[in-house]
């Protein structure tokens, strides 16, 4: 390793706070009398030699003296040098390798060695460390200690509470959570004689101040474990809301009941005002229902001036299914005859006051539950206002039929003018599964020689046949004929030239079999 690599890294354990400020500037002044020893030896090599002046002999340089190189106290494998009296930028002597080995640290790595540097582990604090109980410690077990700043005099103390027993790395993290043995005494004075390491760790990383323990005992819960304290701290429930709630009444409370009434932020001054607005002989469980589903008193006030005065299950229903005051309030006012079993079916199915509005200024006098059921099978209300304004007297029902066949409103009107009357919806819907349009509808009744039936229109659409096959044997001569006659003689591709030939023969009767023939001819 290069003197410079050497003070790089002696820079990076400073700013890391591996090494502080001052050992950092006692190995840069090392390095730095190393690094002129090295200088010096290079000026002077480079110095010229002593020439012999030797009559005919050309003069021959002097071989300058090469000074020894500083040995740095370890050799290319990382393993410590013989000879630690020479420079180390750590500082690692043969004493102090000597130190360590007396304690049960002979022959270590140089990468150990640093540790011990790096972290101020002596000798000293070893031995003082196997004093106080800790034997056989590993360097890394030894740097975690140092680390959290655990001294001998900590580890006595917790031996003097009767926790001696624990490991390294427990009473590492028993110092790094701030666990004192005041903390300890004063945590078995309410009856905590067990205490593990994880209660110890638990009860200070949670915050658990004797004083909160204190309060609770005091209130009378004195059989709590540790695991209720916590959870209790957690919650950041007080002694106080405690209090108060068993001044309200509730002396019986278990921990998970006062943990739900943290959770859930119901505050005594909520319960006063159930109580004041008749809920008095509301069960705590149900107070708690009304904590989760965010039942507020002034929710309930607001329900009971639109003039619902509900009970505690209806209220609950009410917000779980988002039924709030003014979605309310818009509802009553174009149905105020809705009762609370229409209202949560309304909420639950998302049914908008603006929906229930439009059908109704359309036309529809159906109950609500019609009317939920239309906004259910997706049917639109400009749908519902078209079908009316076709036909007035159209049901919930009907119009649900014409939607599923996808009888399309503005059709409707249009079908009752080609056929002259009033098409049913279940014509309405057989036009549609036959995808019969008002224009082909109407060019087919236009062509025929007496009004057609939708029955006859369906027929004619299901062969194909277009309008202009009905025009073209009219004119060829043919006189009226059934829709069935008509459609054989498609069927049979007799031609409107076939027909006008036949009826020029002077045929006095002719019919569907003298065409047909006369096609094969």
């Known amino acids: 390793m290069t003197i410079k690599e050497e003070r790089t890294m002696i820079l990076t354990m400073i700013a890391e706070g591996k090494i502080t400020a001052e050992e950092g500037d006692q190995l840069l002044q090392a ?44 050799d290319p494998s990382g393993r410590l040098a013989a000879g630690f009296g020479r420079i180390d930028p750590f500082g690692i002597t043969e004493e102090f390798r000597q130190e360590l080995a007396e304690t049960g640290y002979p ?107 204190q309060e609770l005992f005091e ?40 943990v739900e009434i943290g959770i859930h932020d119901i505050r005594p001054s909520f319960i006063r005002e159930l109580r004041e607005m008749g809920f008095a002989d509301l069960e705590l469980d149900d107070i708690v229902r009304f904590g989760v589903h965010d039942v507020r008193a002034a929710f309930i006030r607001e329900l009971r001036e639109l003039g619902l005065d509900l009970n505690a299950d209806d209220l609950i229903e009410f917000s779980i299914h988002g039924l709030r005051p003014q979605y309310i309030k818009q509802l009553l006012e174009i149905e105020p005859g809705l009762d609370v079993d229409d209202l949560v079916q309304m909420g639950i199915h998302g049914v908008s006051p603006r929906y229930v509005r439009e059908v109704r200024e359309a036309g529809l006098k159906d109950e609500i539950d019609e009317i939920i059921g239309l906004y259910i099978k997706g049917v639109p209300a400009s749908y519902v206002s078209q079908m009316l304004s076709y036909n007035a007297e159209l049901d919930s029902e009907e119009i649900l039929r014409g939607h599923h066949g996808q009888v399309v409103g503005g059709e409707a009107g249009e079908f009752s003018e080609i056929f002259e009357e009033e098409v049913s919806m279940r014509d309405l819907r057989r036009l549609a599964d036959n995808n019969i349009t008002p224009e082909y509808a109407k060019e087919v009744t236009e062509a025929w020689w007496v009004p057609l039936s939708v029955r006859d229109v369906i027929r004619l659409a299901d062969e194909d046949m277009p309008a202009s096959y009905i025009k073209a044997i009219r004119q060829a001569g043919l006189e009226e004929m059934p829709v069935k006659s008509v459609i054989k003689l498609y069927e049979e591709g007799v031609r409107p030239e076939t027909i006008r030939e036949v009826i020029a023969g002077g045929l006095v009767d002719p019919s569907v079999r003298n065409f047909i023939e006369a096609e094969k001819r």
């Open 219 to 258: 209130l009378g819960f004195t059989e709590m474990t540790v695991d209720e304290i916590v959870e209790l701290s957690i919650h950041n429930i007080s002694p106080r809301l405690v209090k108060e709630m068993v001044d309200l009444g509730f002396d019986d409370l278990e921990i998970d009941e006062i």
């Open 31 to 74: 390095l730095d009398k190393s690094e002129e020893n090295i200088q010096s030896a290079a000026k002077k090599s480079a110095r010229p030699g002593r020439i012999l002046n030797v009559p005919g002999v050309p003069g021959v340089p002097g071989v300058p003296a090469v000074p020894p190189l500083p040995n740095l106290g370890f």
């Open 107 to 213: 022959d270590l790595d140089y990468s150990e060695y640093q540790q011990f540097r790096i972290h101020s582990i002596t000798p000293k604090y070893i031995q003082a460390l196997a004093e106080a109980g800790l034997t056989g410690l590993s360097v890394d077990e030894l740097v975690q200690l140092k680390i959290h700043n655990v001294s001998p005099k900590y580890i006595l103390s917790l031996g003097e509470e009767g926790l001696g027993n624990f490991s390294a790395e427990e009473i590492a993290k028993l110092r790094m959570f701030n666990v004192r043995p005041k903390f300890i005494r004063q945590m078995r004075e309410f009856s905590f004689d067990t205490l593990t390491f994880d209660d110890l760790t638990e009860l200070s990383i949670h915050n658990v101040r004797p004083q909160f323990v």
